[in-house]
Nanobody
């Protein structure tokens, strides 16, 4: 059974850091591009970052560029999202998902399948 499981969320003060993990089971993660999305209450799901399966090319939303870093550890079948300089507006449930296409876009969640259950990130003083 194909499953993704996010972890690493929590409560952090503004300016702090968190590292989210997206662990795969039932399939080999390195065959897939993996995207991170987030959804705040009352808002649409927003693409945050993407790492390709082919050459590890990374993509970031403008809102997180320079602060977040996506990486993958194929030996651990896990993708990470390192989040630094966190802001209150980063507060959301964060999800990872497998890209359905080689040209999957962070602007279209429909390009992604096999979503995890999400992990809550709260940035507050």
């Amino acid at each position: 059974q194909v499953q993704l499981a996010e972890s690493g969320g929590g409560l952090v003060q503004p300016g702090g850091s968190l590292r989210l993990s997206c662990a795969a089971s039932g399939f080999t993660l390195d065959y897939y591009g993996i995207g991170w999305f987030r959804q705040a209450p009352g808002k649409e799901r927003e693409g945050v970052s993407l790492i390709s399966s082919s050459d590890g090319t990374t993509y970031y939303a403008d809102s997180v560029k320079g602060r977040f870093t996506i990486s993958r550890d194929n030996a651990k079948n896990t993708v990470y999202l390192q989040m630094n300089s966190l802001k209150p507006e980063d507060t959301a449930v964060y999800y990872c998902a497998t890209a359905l296409y080689s040209d999957a876009s962070l602007n279209d969640p429909a390009d992604f399948g096999s979503w995890g259950q999400g992990t809550q990130v709260t940035v507050s003083s």
